[in-house]
């Protein structure tokens, strides 16, 4: 799913100066718990996939590429793991200091040493993308993702493993004020009950943290692998773009990808993959249905409000889908459309008052 995304991250902010309003933007990319490399099974590491996918991307030959405009910043705490990412590298693209980006690999502890390194770098005032896929421990303190968030045009991606959302004992009280902000903000998710729901509880609080950190806008969602165990991730931007690109992203993964999602909000539905399905019957998918009816219990509302609802509060909805939604809704007698006549973005919906 990141190489989906970078593919339409990259040229977003390389090829164009609209974004951003630069006229050539420098841009980081900040992979704050690189790993080794490559995976046991073989597998290309996020340092390599990253890389490759950037220098061998369909529109590098519009993007300027330069040492001094792109740096892409590998952070990896362990010693072993951090020489096995250096000779990966180099062992693939040859010597680094002959690439037309910069690449840094630094051996380091993501949480203490990402502002420094991006300070280093001269990477404020620039679009940041900040990847801290720790999987299991996320110790990085709200400073360091409030400081990415108030830069311009900069965005986050985090993810969790599934170890994260242990028991309330094994938690270390010290690292979670700092990732949340304080104790109040992440005790009522280690509090949860309920092992199905500890997930969305910490999910939600990491989304809330992002949204206190400055982002405008935060998706979050479970990744389903085919096998394998699920991952956790959240997405924080500020721009319009960057969140339809995140959409966009998703929408691209398919059952060759071997993943499929889950919105936290919908519960007890099986991840939902293959939307083709329901798609070539003619019919929305249940979980655009579900979400719609969620909405609705919230107020009523146009279909316009919807939609942006669904953009901004849901995995991968778009607000084109709203319509489609209420639509099939009104039909089927679970939405009732207030004014008569022709379906529009500005009709007023309701759900059926209870019998
Ligand atoms: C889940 S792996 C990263 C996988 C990598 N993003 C990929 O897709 O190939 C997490 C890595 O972060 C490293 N790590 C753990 N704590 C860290 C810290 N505080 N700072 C930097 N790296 C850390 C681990 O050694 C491990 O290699």
Redo the contacts with the bound molecule.
């Keep these: 799913m ?1 190489q989906r995304y970078l593919d339409a991250w990259w040229p977003i902010l390389l090829q164009t100066s609209q974004r951003t309003g630069y006229a050539r933007p420098r841009v980081t990319l900040l ?9 046991e099974g073989g597998e ?6 990253i890389l490759d996918r950037l220098l061998h991307h369909t529109a590098v030959d519009r993007m300027h590429l330069s040492p001094r405009r792109v740096h892409l910043v590998f ?4 010693r072993a ?1 951090h020489e096995h990412l250096l000779s990966e590298l180099t062992d693939r693209f040859g010597k680094l200091s002959d690439l037309p980006v910069r690449v840094e690999v630094r051996r ?6 990402s502002l420094p390194v991006l300070t280093e770098l001269g990477a404020w005032g620039h679009p940041i993308l900040g ?1 801290f ?5 996320v ?2 303190p709200l400073e360091v993702t409030r400081r990415i968030a108030r830069n311009r045009s900069s965005e986050v991606i985090t ?1 969790f ?1 599934p170890n994260w959302f242990s028991r309330r004992e094994e938690l270390n009280a010290d690292i979670l004020d700092a990732v949340f902000g304080g104790r109040g903000y992440w005790t009522p998710a280690a509090d949860e009950a309920r092992p199905d729901e500890r997930w969305r509880a910490w999910l939600g609080t990491y989304r809330s943290a992002l949204r206190r950190a400055g982002f405008g806008y935060q998706l979050q969602f479970r990744l389903v692998p085919r096998t394998g165990q699920h991952l956790y991730l959240v997405f924080g931007t500020g721009s319009d773009a960057g969140l339809r690109a995140m959409k966009e992203a998703m929408w691209k993964v398919d059952d060759r990808d071997g993943e499929s999602f889950q919105d936290p909000r919908t519960r007890g539905a099986e991840a939902v993959g293959q939307l083709d399905i329901f798609q070539a019957a003619g019919a929305c998918d249940p979980e655009l249905l579900e979400l719609v009816t969620q909405r609705l219990a919230l107020g009523n509302a146009t279909v316009e409000t919807i939609g942006q609802w669904l953009l901004t509060e849901t995995s991968r909805w778009m607000p084109t889908h709203a319509l489609k939604a209420v639509r099939q809704m009104r039909q089927d007698g679970s939405a009732v459309v207030q004014s008569t006549g022709r379906l529009t973005s500005k009709s007023l919906v309701s759900l059926p008052a209870a019998a």
């Design positions: 990141y992979d704050a718990f690189a790993g080794p490399g490559r995976y290309p590491g996020s340092p390599v996939f952070i990896e705490k362990d793991r380091g502890e993501a949480g203490r040493d990847i896929d720790s999987w299991g421990s110790n990085v993810t493993g």
